[in-house]
Each structure stands twice: as structure tokens, then as C-alpha cells.
């Protein structure tokens, strides 16, 4: 599936102009630096599909990709910066979570969360709406090779303990470096079952 060609479809501000398609839709979220971009590249073994480090704070838009019609990525826009106004984040929010309520061919959502920090602040309200949209979720740990093995292992223990809490939460917890390719491979894995399932 991986070894098809990703490209870029459009990206989306408003519900009305979310695209079409009926491919199993999988979506990635987390806070702005967190590593998705990097992920993302390195699922479809691209190196600039999605933008690394893209400036936090730039226009609101959940970026779609295709890969052959079979599987569609939506990527939304990284979280966490307080430089947006209240007004606006509490409009974007409503949008995600339009989406997520009402996108069938969305399968799962993916909330990456930094190796070196585990679940902040910023991540639980995405969490608690994930729940509450009923959409089916599960944590990608990044930036594996940043952290110490037994600083790792506290993170993933203190993460699956608040997944526990959470009811559309997956209890596995994916660990991933997009640097050195490390759980790329189960990834992938994970979202061509979700394709064929
Ligand atoms: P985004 O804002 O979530 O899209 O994050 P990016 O993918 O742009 O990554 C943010 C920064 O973290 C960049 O400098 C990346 O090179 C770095 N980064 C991302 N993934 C990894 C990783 O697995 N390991 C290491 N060491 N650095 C990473």
C-alpha cells in the first residue's frame, strides 16, 4: 500500500469543502512540533509530502492526501501554540469536530504524542473530544530515539494508565522514530489492516 505514490489533494478550511472520496480515511493530530509532518513523510517515504516544521499559527486547514485511491491521510493542523484568538480556536475546534462526527469512511485518528513529554495539557481536550465524537483513537509515540529507554517505558506506562480512562481510546500504544525509521513498519501495518478490514 505504502510503496503507491502519496500526493498532496487540498486542503480544508470549511466542512463544505471536504473532498468526496470513499477510501478508508485515517487522521493524525497533535501538538505543533510533535513530529506528525516527520511521520507522515515517513509513512509514505516521502520526504516533503507534509511540511516538517511548518510555522505554528498559519491558516487553519486540515491538508488531505491520497495515496491511489485506496487510502486517504487527513492531517490536521498542530495544537498547543496560544498565539491563535479564543474566538478562533473554539470555530476551528467545532470544525474538527464536525469532521470527526461525520466522516463514516474515517476509521481511526492518530494523536501523536513527543517521547520526551508524554500526554501534556494540550492533549486532553482533543482526547476528551475524540471520545465524545465516538471516534475511534490511538497514540503514536514519537521521536523514540530522543529519549532514554527507562524514561520511555515511565512515558508509556503513565500514557496507557490515562488511555484506560478514556473509552474510544486503542490501548496500544504505537512507539515510532521517523528519524530512524523504528516503528514505521507497525504503523503501516496497523493502517493496512484498518484498509482491510
Ligand atoms: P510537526 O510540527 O508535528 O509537523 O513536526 P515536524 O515533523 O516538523 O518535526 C518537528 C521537529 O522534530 C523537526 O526538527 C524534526 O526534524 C524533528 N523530528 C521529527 N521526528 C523526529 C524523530 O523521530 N526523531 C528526531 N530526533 N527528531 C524528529
Do not use: Y
Given at each position: 500500500l505504502?510503496?503507491?505514490?502519496?500526493?498532496?489533494?487540498?486542503?480544508?478550511?470549511?466542512?463544505?469543502?471536504?473532498?468526496?472520496?470513499h477510501a478508508v480515511e485515517i487522521c493524525f493530530a497533535g501538538?505543533?512540533?510533535?513530529?506528525?509532518?516527520?511521520?507522515?513523510?515517513?509513512?509514505?517515504?516521502?520526504r516533503d509530502l507534509a511540511r516538517t516544521s511548518s510555522t505554528p499559527g498559519r491558516t487553519q486547514q486540515l491538508n488531505f492526501f491520497n495515496i491511489k485511491d485506496r487510502l486517504v491521510f487527513c492531517d490536521q493542523p498542530g495544537y498547543g501554540y496560544a498565539k491563535a484568538p479564543v474566538g478562533?480556536?473554539?470555530?476551528?475546534?467545532?470544525?474538527?469536530?464536525s469532521y470527526l462526527r461525520g466522516r463514516p469512511q474515517l476509521r481511526r485518528a492518530f494523536i501523536l504524542i513527543d517521547g520526551r513529554h508524554g500526554i501534556k495539557n494540550t492533549d486532553r481536550p482533543v482526547m476528551e473530544m475524540m471520545d465524545t465524537a465516538a471516534m475511534s483513537y490511538q497514540v503514536i509515540v514519537t521521536?523514540?530515539?530522543?529519549?532514554?529507554?527507562?524514561?520511555?517505558?515511565?512515558?508509556?506506562?503513565?500514557?496507557?494508565?490515562?488511555?484506560?480512562?478514556?473509552?474510544?481510546?486503542?490501548?496500544?500504544i504505537l512507539v515510532t522514530s521517523s528519524e530512524k525509521g523504528t516503528g514505521i513498519a507497525e504503523v503501516r501495518a496497523t493502517i493496512g489492516r484498518l484498509v482491510s478490514q
Open positions: 505504502f510503496a503507491q505514490h502519496a500526493d498532496f489533494m487540498l486542503g480544508v478550511a470549511q466542512l463544505a469543502q471536504l473532498p468526496s472520496t501538538r505543533s512540533n510533535v513530529g506528525k509532518s516527520s511521520l507522515i513523510n515517513a509513512l509514505c517515504g516521502r478562533e480556536v473554539k470555530k476551528w475546534q467545532e470544525v474538527v469536530f521521536k523514540a530515539d530522543k529519549v532514554k529507554k527507562s524514561e520511555l517505558e515511565k512515558h508509556l506506562s503513565d500514557i496507557a494508565k490515562e488511555l484506560a480512562k478514556h473509552p474510544a481510546a486503542h490501548p496500544d
